[in-house]
């Protein structure tokens, strides 16, 4: 590479814009003139331009998404043939390429992982190296994850499932053991969203939040899992778009443009030597807040950022550096990315092969997973009664949202040679409610109907009703009091080996060994 780099060059290097699979070839065009005009360092791909802020939930937009891994891997050695430094190729993928990528394996959410009693680390570090080598496979060397946000607040709107509990301990320690196992597979990661985003009401995509506590409360709690993670030599750290008054002299200014959180807190206080990386640079707490295209890349510069993060203003912003920055500072964040760089081997281009997964194997592994994190919340079950009823046909079965018949319900009917949804609810004298959460964002009851929630109370006050809870285990606040339910067990994912499981702890050949990894109250 040509250590004769102007200025220019240096801080281009510093720009991650984004880049969209599903796009116009206009775009893309567009994009590839970028790369080659004003020579950046790296991209950050996400699905779509609507998807973008969003994670994999049900789409608003229609698209036509096939093949998207291929579109990706294309893309990639697109671009990359567009360089003149190879690109760092980053992408959110905190449970995995799914979490942006069609038909690609899904892992479990942190929040579930949380719920692993023995030997959490071990396994919650094993899942993110088998994402990372996902990840590495399909052209991507940097993946902007895991969240080391603790998840204080059960009606936060972005944080919650992707947090990995309430317990800032356990979150301190099962953040880095993800960010190793990224790290083991040869993946780049980093620690977010400092400096806490769990104790927020505002989703950051959509406005600015607001975290009014001391800096005593702060370094006890959200502070603590960044902490732990720069003394065990973490080499990125992510900065979120909050507002932290007692962190930035009393005043509500975005921690992501923040010199008083970035430089002085994070960096001088804290000790952090790494990369620090700006969350997106086009979500709303920020994103118009200044006038002058580019004086937001400036501001998050000067504050201390050394990547800039789907920048929309790439030339300006670069223009506004050059004229304003020092030039140790610029010097300073070039270093860094380059020694990223050499550090993932980006430097040595090569052609990526469009990846083929082990699906069978993927699967078994889920099934290990959910064997570990599945709940025995309330009560107790009795397998030999299970069986007396199901035999008997006393045994009912009700679904909720009601829709296609699913794997439990199907393992269920082979099980008892019956159809158990077909079994009235006066005949049975106990009934198994497995509820499939429909979204994983608290937004209208986590997608769950509210005529649906009160017809699962109504059914629990009149006769023992067993719930299993396949989702976010934050939805259980809108289940009334949970000890009018003869069991509940909190299966955390609707994966197909989940309810397997669920049905062999049914059975009582599985006892649940998993924990809570949330406060609901």
Known sequence: MNPTLTNRQKIAQIFFPAAFIHDSEENHQALENLIREEEIGGLTFFHSR?????????????????GTLEKLVTLINRYQEASTIPLIISIDGEFGLAMRIEQTPAYPFAISLGGISQEGEKQVEEVHYKMGLDLKSAGIHLNLAPCADV??????????????GSDTNAVARLALAAYKGLKKAGIGACLKHFPGHGDTHVDSHLGLPVVNKTKQELLAEELYPFQYGIDHDVEMIMVGH?????????IEISSSISRDIITDLLKNEMGFKGLVISDALNMKAVANLFPNPGQLEWEAFQAGNDILCFSDHVKEGIQFILERGKKEDIELAFQKVLGLKQKLGILERKTIEIPHFNWEHHDKFLEKLSKEFLCQLEGEINPIRIRDLGESGNLGLRSFPSGPTTTFESLLQEAFGRNLAEISDKKSELLIIPVFVPSAKPMNHFGLDKSDLEEIQQLAHEKPCILYLFGNPLALRHFGDLSIYSS?????????????????HLMGEWKAIGKLSVKLS
């Open 50 to 66: 609507i998807s973008a802020a969003a994670n994999f939930e049900k789409r608003q937009e229609v698209l036509d998404v096939s």
């Open 151 to 164: 998840n204080t607040n059960p009606s936060n709107p972005v944080i919650g499932y992707r947090s990995f």
């Open 242 to 250: 909050l507002a932290v008054p007692a962190l930035s002299g009393n």
């Open 488 to 504: 509940v067990i909190v299966a955390y994912q609707s994966f197909e080996s989940t309810q397997r499981v669920a049905v062999k």
